[in-house]
């Protein structure tokens, strides 16, 4: 080897060095997108059910269909916790994905909690941290220190996003703070027995929903629940194992009659569009279950999971959800999509 060969042989780390340093770096500081209120929604994405444990490559897929908004249906984290340190710690754990780093920076991000995130599972009104837990999942989604929703109980909220008449309310509820205790079910049956005169929602979260639906002058209106509402028949929570609010919330529909409400809940691990008709309401009502981020209720038969309200398949693999909507025709049409991206079912909605 000659003396040139050698010497340019050393200068060999000082060429990485400077190489390293003019290549442009991508930041993965997180940066929330904010809500355009004027911004005319056309594609909104939705799901539930993402511990942050498990694998979180489905990030990529939502942010290719370039939603407009992101609802978190609730269990946006998995932590059953007293401890608020815990808590926050994962919420900063899923914050720091990167993938989803990536999708909060092209996409406003909205929601409400369940039971995983609000710190309890199957918690309801009785859980001690619950006012500590609000706080932190509204860190977590970004919410202004200023918003009326800081200072009172519970994290419902409404959204009116649009502009003239291509506008969409929606109408975030929270299922936990007030609800009702359930008694667990001793022959097994199912995991609850019935709260025939129990309550979900707390007083005043229904007249503040009454308001909601009453006044509402939207094209389209998105009631949100981290439960099932329509579902009956399966054995885990839902709005049926408290009947007399599942009705009420049924009734106040046909009361307020609101333009096209579509609900959309999470929890159940599992996909599916299911439909209703209400005497006294001119339109079905339907309901899309988005629920399987990083893992999904695998059982291949729907007699695992019964619902007499279902408008076709049962999706039993990881997915999310979009509602697309087509301003020329005043259409919206519900699409479940895979980890990939691939679409396991439409369904068009009114």
Not at 34 to 60: H, M, Y
Not at 246 to 273: A, C, F, N, W, Y
Request: charged content about 25%; aromatic content about 10%.
């Amino acid at each position: 080897m000659n003396y040139k060969t050698t010497f340019i042989i050393s200068l060999l780390p000082l060429f990485v060095l400077v190489s390293s340093c003019l290549k442009p770096r991508i930041s993965l500081v997180y940066s929330p997108t904010a809500i355009e209120e004027t911004k005319v929604l056309e594609t909104i994405a939705f799901g539930s059910c993402n511990r942050t444990d498990l694998e979180q490559n489905i990030w990529p897929s939502i942010r290719q269909t370039n939603p407009d908004l992101w609802i978190w249906l609730g269990d946006a984290i998995y932590a059953d916790t007293e401890n608020m340190e815990k808590m926050k710690r994962m919420y900063e754990e899923q914050k720091a994905v990167q993938a989803y780093t990536y999708f909060v920076r092209t996409t406003p991000i909205i929601g409400t909690w369940d039971d995983h995130d609000y710190g309890e599972s199957d918690g309801g009104k009785n859980f001690k941290a619950k006012a500590e837990a609000q706080q932190l999942f509204l860190d977590f989604l970004d919410v202004p220190e200023t918003a009326e929703v800081r200072q009172t109980e519970g994290v419902y909220q409404s959204y009116l996003i649009g502009e003239a008449d291509k506008t969409v309310k929606i109408i975030v509820l929270d299922t936990r703070y007030f609800r009702d205790d359930l008694e667990k079910d001793p022959s097994g049956k199912a995991r609850y027995l019935l709260n025939k005169e129990g309550d979900i929602l707390g007083e005043k979260q229904w007249q503040w929903l009454e308001n909601e639906l009453a006044t509402s002058t939207a094209a389209f209106n998105i009631i949100c629940s981290s439960i099932q509402v329509l579902a009956e028949e399966q054995l885990f929570e839902k709005w049926a194992n408290f009947p007399t609010a599942r009705q009420r919330l049924l009734d106040l529909i046909v009361k307020t009659q609101p333009q096209h409400p579509i609900m959309i809940s999470g929890d159940r691990h599992i996909g599916e569009v299911a439909k209703i008709k209400l005497d006294g309401f001119e339109q079905p009502i339907y309901e899309i279950t988005s629920s399987g981020l990083t893992h999904a209720y695998t059982k291949n038969s729907a007699t695992a999971e019964p619902n007499k309200y279902r408008v076709g398949n049962l999706i039993n693999q990881r997915h999310f959800a979009l509602l697309q909507i087509d301003w020329q025709t005043k259409k919206i049409t519900s699409e479940i999509r895979d980890v990939n991206g691939n679409l396991l079912q439409s369904t068009d909605l009114h």
